[in-house]
Structure formats: structure tokens, C-alpha cells
């Protein structure tokens, strides 16, 4: 699959859709925005001047990408969509108006992809009438730098538009995570929430500054983690005997450390003092910017092929 | 503090004392590793050449590095020393005569840091003559590649005795992590724990593959965390607001997320589908020597100033 000469249809011009902007304009794709809000254009013009240097550290885009286009509803829809993007905020009466709407317009086999995070993509297919095309594809944040997508059906969703979603996603240089159900938080939201909840564990409890904390992350456990996984980590501990011989040896002591763990609240002292811990860092717009100068380059070092795309980066 | 011209006593020839003389003779300390064991030269020479690669890519080590010297006992030591590291096997009994033995060898003030990752220093230091001097210095997994370094004390350790092991490790180009009191896996391994808990949990419950898991982390939570830690992306989440703002409208639905996290058990079952998810994997030494190729550069990618005691890598 190429994303060349295919049209793709974003509904939906904030953040995330923005970002998704960004990405399929790169590699190449027609890509529509819809949203009827007066600033959406403004809006997608500066994550695309956000999204643009990102882009191109990956590797994309080359000459051939275009800007993406802003339309206010579906009736000035011109062409024939290849793809959709559902990229509107988290409200379920708002994504199954828009749907239906939608599937006056679109081909009953055209996928359409959500981006939703929290809502369940089995209740949001229920009025649909063609349900078997609809799929969530989320994003990591932002879309246009995290080189990964949760990809998952819900109850009425036919196999083959998982997989040509995943088609899609892959010939946008994205590692496709493929989830079996459906849960709160995917994947990657659970596998942080979990890392937070230790983090804000011994910061409430004084174990350590806030700014230690976040430094045993960024520069311990991320720059290892960018490179072998959590269960590789173990594995590798084991020796030639691997994750089995790990088993043995460590295996109970594992499940004394997560016996151990905490499990805070994020009540007023604790905001209180993360609160202050971040005084102590960037302001978010500055951290926002040094992560879209860095991680690029992490991305890079860690996989030189982890955009296939376009030629590499340096 | 230079180590340049220092003397540096490592008490343990095995993975992690042989990873710290690595080190600390990169950085030019005169490095003496007390071991009895015939195969401990063998062990040192073979972990030296795995770290000599590592520790060039982070920018050490320079000409005046010398290999590491072993001596049998501590009846061969032959100058005084400036610093002791006690990697010994993680037994009480086998660490406190150690610790005993070395007592009479070296002056009252100079500073012995033990690398147990979850022995009480406090406990340690019970029997000791002089236990103001005894800190926990734990690196994180493999010493000559990790740039960070927790440092804790225990109920006798003096504040003086923490300074000076921490001006060691920075000058050894270590993150020096500090920790107000003793807790089991102290920072690092709590936290690795904490996400292991949630990753087993979704291979357990199959609600990805073991791979797809292991890539939610590698592709998706590594990259970023390399750079911005997990408070920081909460707070630039927030946009200008910040992290205030981040509770305010998410604080609650991260407690729902916290309380839907798993509780798995390492059963027979779990152990299974995780060994059978590294199969699929490289083998544990690819996997080390991939880590060791790859780490270096994703810390210099995320922080050039990372390793800040020679001129930087590339």
C-alpha cells in the first residue's frame, strides 16, 4: 500500500486531527480536514509548522507532499475518500452523529478509523450501517512524531477492514500494536498509568525529589526501554537460560516487589507536590518543543529503519 | 572531583563489579578489584571488552585509561585507596565480614559504597566500626552503560559520606539519584516493576501479543520517556496551564485508570506465554550486545550533554 494518490478524510481539525494532518500530507496522501470552526485552518497551519521539522528528522516528507486541506462539512466533499480518520472530541452522541452523517457520503466499504482513547468502539458502531468498517486506529501523542498506532475492533467489526486499516497505518510509517478486545486505555495508556502510579507513589511519600524520579526515567529506565522491552530486559537478566532460567531464580521475588508497590491517591498534598516538582522543570510549551527536537533523534538512534519510508535520517 | 590519579578499591569480580572497574578505569582511576576466584580475570578481561565499545560510543574512554587490576585479597593491596564499591553477592553474612575484613585495611573516613539492590544498608552497617562511611551506590544494569547511580544511606550513614560517593559518581559521569530513605528496589526497579506488572497483565489476559506489548514500550513509551518524564508529559499535556491544569481535568479519570489496572501472579500459565513471547525475540547475548550497540547512541541522541567528562560522541 502506497499513500500516494489516495484521498484521506479527516474528521475533525484539533489537535489530533491536526496531527494526523500532518503525517498523511507527508507520505504523500490527498488529505481533507473536516471541521466547520472558523480558526480550524489557523489551527492546522501551526501543528503542521510544529510537525513539519519533526517529519522531516524521521525522514519524511519529500517533495511530493502537499499541504493538507480544510473543508467545513462533508457537502464539499469532491472526491472519492479512500480512508477516513474519525478525530473529533471524546463525546459519543458527537462521533455517532458525524458517523452517520458520514456513511450518507462514503462507500459502505471505505474503513474509517477512530482515534477515540477512552470511548468503547462497539457501543459507537451500534447505530451504524455499515459497523463492520468502523475501527479504532489511536494514536500516540502527538501523531505526526510517536511512531505507533492501537489498532482494535469492536464487536462488529469485520477482520479484513482491521486489516486494511493496518495497511494504511503501516504504509505511514507507524508500528501497528494490534489488540485482541477492547480496554480502558489500550495499551499504552495502561502501561503509563502504571509507571505514574509508582512515580507518584515515591514522590508523595518523600522517597525521592520529583526531578530524581523523572531523571531515574530519562535516564535509566527510557533510553533502555527505547531499545529492548520490559520483558527483553528479563530475558537478557537471564542469561543463556533467557526469561525461564529469570523465572526460577526471580520470578517470586517479582511478585514480592509488586506486593510492595504503592498505591496512591492524587489527592491535594500530592498535586501540591508534583505541582512544585514541575516548577523545577520546563514550561510545557518548551518541553513540548525539546520533545519534538529529541525525540526524533532517539527514534533514530534507537531504529534506523523505524521509518521505512523515505530515505534515512542522517 | 577527578578520578584522574585516584584509587579505586572494587570488592567483587563478578557482572557488576567487573561493570564498575570498567568504569572507573575509563575514567582514569587507578582501579583494583579484590577477588579470589582464579576465573575472575578471565570474567573482568571478557566484560572489559564488551564495555570498551560502549564506553568510547558514550564518549569515554580516553587514552589514559589502564585496564583494571585484579589482586586475590586485601593482604595485596598496595596503596592506599580513595573509594571502595562492594559488589559482593547479595548474602548478609558474606557482605558484613567483608565489609570487617576491609575495615582493618583502610582509614576510618574513606567512603565504601555497596551495590546491593535490595540488602538494608542499615542492616549492613550494624557491626561496623566506622558505619558513618557506608552508602549504597546501586547502578542500574550494566554499570559501564547506564548513566545513572541511586545513592541512599542508612540510619548510621553520615551526610558527608553521601556528598563524597556522589562528587565520585558525577565524576565517574554518573546521574546520582538520591533517595531520603531506604526502600526495597529503590527507585529504578520499583518503577521497572511497576510497568513489568501491567505489561504481564496484558500478555496474561491476551489482550495483545507478547511482542506487540514488548513495541508499546520499545516504539511508543521508550523514545519519549528518553527525553520527557512521565510527569513532565502529564504537565506538558496541559498545555500553559501545565500540570495543574492536567488535574483538573484528568485527575479523577487517572484514579479510574489506576484502579483498572491488572494483579497478575508469575502462575505456570503467564510463565508460559511470556516464555514463548521471547522466543520470538532475539536470544538473550543478541539481545545484550543489541542493548549495549544501541543504548549508548539513544543517550547521546536524547542528551548530548549526558556523559559530560570527554569531548562528545560524534
Redesign the interface.
Known sequence: VTLSGKTILILGGGTIGAGWAACFAAAGARTLVCDPDPAAAGRLAEIQNKAHPVLQALGLPSEQDSAPEIIPGLADLNAPVDFVVEALPERMALKTAALAALEDVIPADTVIASSSS?LSVSDMQTGMRHPDRLVIGHP??PPYL???V?LVGGAATAPWALDRAAAIFQALGK?V?????E???H??????????????H??AE?????G?????????????????????????????????KF?DDL????????E??G?P??DSAT?AI??E??AA?????E??A??DA??P???????PD?YPLKSKPQ
Open positions: 477512552g500516540c501523542n510517536m511512531p505507533v492501537e508500528r500494536l494490534r489488540l485482541n478486545r480496554l480502558p486505555g495499551l499504552v495508556n495502561r502501561l503509563q498509568a502504571a509507571l505514574w502510579r509508582e512515580a507518584v515515591l514522590a518523600g522517597v525521592a525529589s520529583v530524581d524520579i523523572e531523571a531515574a526515567i530519562t535516564k535509566g529506565l527510557g533510553p533502555r526501554w527505547a531499545v529492548v522491552g520490559p520483558t527483553e530486559i528479563f530475558h537478557l537478566a537471564g542469561g543463556p537460560g533467557g526469561i525461564a523465572f520470578g517470586d521475588e517479582v511478585e514480592r516487589w509488586w510492595s508497590l498505591d491517591r492524587l498535586r508534583l505541582t516538582g514541575m522543570s520546563k514550561p510545557p510549551e518541553l513540548a525539546h520533545r529529541m525525540v533523534r532517539v527514534i533514530a538512534a534507537a531504529d523505524a
